[in-house]
């Protein structure tokens, strides 16, 4: 397949299985922080650990919508590959035809 605005549709795939990867690793840490905070009545000073929880569950939050977007742009990646190769199958294919009329 030929490069459209010098990529590659095989280097587009490539990207969006990178970000799927990407993605995977941003969910386990969202997984880590909002696991990794012991519960404030583990340990002396039980309002600083409640702050600490809290923060750590907004920061894994925000660290999770990351992954989805990084999810959302790796399809969006695939689909935009999938249409440029569509496309221009389809135009090899009108242009190796003979026009109507014309043997």
């Given amino acids: 397949m030929t490069a459209v605005f010098g990529v590659r549709p095989s280097q587009v795939r490539t ?23 012991p519960a404030s009545s583990a ?8 702050a600490l929880v809290e923060g750590a569950d907004r920061v894994s939050h925000a660290v999770d919508g990351e992954a989805r977007v990084l999810e959302v742009l790796g399809t969006d990646l695939r689909s935009f590959a999938d249409v440029v190769e569509t496309a221009e199958r389809d135009a090899a294919a009108s242009l190796s035809e003979s026009p109507a009329g014309v043997r």
């Fill in 15 to 37: 990207t969006a299985r990178e970000l799927d990867r990407e993605a995977s690793a941003v969910t386990a840490a969202a997984d880590v922080l909002a696991a990794g905070v």
């Fill in 43 to 50: 340990v002396p000073g039980g309002q600083t650990l409640a």
